[in-house]
């Protein structure tokens, strides 16, 4: 069935370097969407950015993610971290055929950044 | 603006006892659904809906029911409440196409002790 992989269960950075969080998938569907949300302490997650075009860059709020079908990998980055960044962090899969339209969400990473 | 509501915040049941949390939409989207958020996991998904009067199983339904008497409701029912379902539970909607994201609720605090 379809999967999403984040392997970083916590990433820890000073501020102002740069940051790279993965995710790799699993569908059999030709065509995915890919998302990131991001979940700030004591809040909900919220939509960060979303593709489903191969190889285009896709950028909001700094960030900026890739969409790479050869290599399944929605990998999220940015070039400097600000102490602000510091959130935990979902890829996502839209899944298709019997999961219809479900949201499959990778286990998380939680980003935390130092002064 | 559209939102998605959950009621209560927080909330602590005793084991045995029978919990209902509450969602309301206003987005007017068909799909809705419930996860439970814990440490490690991530976010799991119990139940879903596709639109009023249906309900499905997610990957974790044992343990919980669920209820979609309208468009914008969809409550999460624990029958015999357990300490094992002490968690943070999010509702949220959205997803009625393949590239339209979610839009989550606040939370909900369920402490069963």
């Known amino acids: 069935g379809d999967s999403v992989t984040q392997t970083e269960g916590l990433v820890t950075l000073t501020e102002g370097l740069p940051v790279m969080l993965n995710c790799t998938y699993q569908?059999?569907?030709?065509?995915?969407?890919l998302f990131w949300y991001v979940q700030h302490l004591n809040e909900s997650p919220r939509l960060l950015l979303k593709?489903?075009?191969?190889?285009k860059r896709t950028e909001h709020q700094g960030f900026h993610a890739t969409l790479h079908k050869s290599s399944s990998s929605f990998h999220l980055q940015k070039s400097s971290a600000q102490l602000s960044d510091s959130a935990l962090y979902y890829c996502?899969?839209?899944?298709?055929?019997?999961?219809?339209?479900?949201?499959?969400f990778g286990i998380g990473t939680l980003l935390s950044v130092k002064p | 603006e559209a939102a998605v509501t959950q009621s209560p915040r927080n909330k602590v049941a005793v084991t045995g006892g029978k919990v209902t949390l509450s969602c309301n939409q206003t987005?007017?989207?068909?799909?809705m659904y419930w996860y439970r958020q814990d440490t490690g996991h991530g976010l799991r998904l119990i139940h879903y809906?596709?639109?009023?009067?249906?309900?499905e199983k997610g990957d974790i339904p044992d343990g919980y029911k669920a209820s979609r008497p309208s468009q914008e409701n969809f409550s999460l029912i624990l029958e015999l409440a357990t300490p094992s379902q002490t968690s943070v539970y999010f509702c949220?909607?959205?997803?009625?196409?393949?590239?339209?994201?979610?839009?989550f609720g606040s939370g909900t605090r369920l402490l069963v002790i």
């Open positions: 987005n007017n989207h068909n799909n």
């Open positions: 569908t059999i569907y030709s065509n995915p969407f």
């Open positions: 949220a909607s959205g997803g009625d196409s393949s590239n339209s994201d979610y839009t």
């Open positions: 809906s596709y639109g009023a009067g249906s309900t």
């Open positions: 593709s489903f075009t191969d190889n």
């Open positions: 996502a899969l839209s899944g298709y055929g019997s999961s219809g339209n479900k949201l499959i």
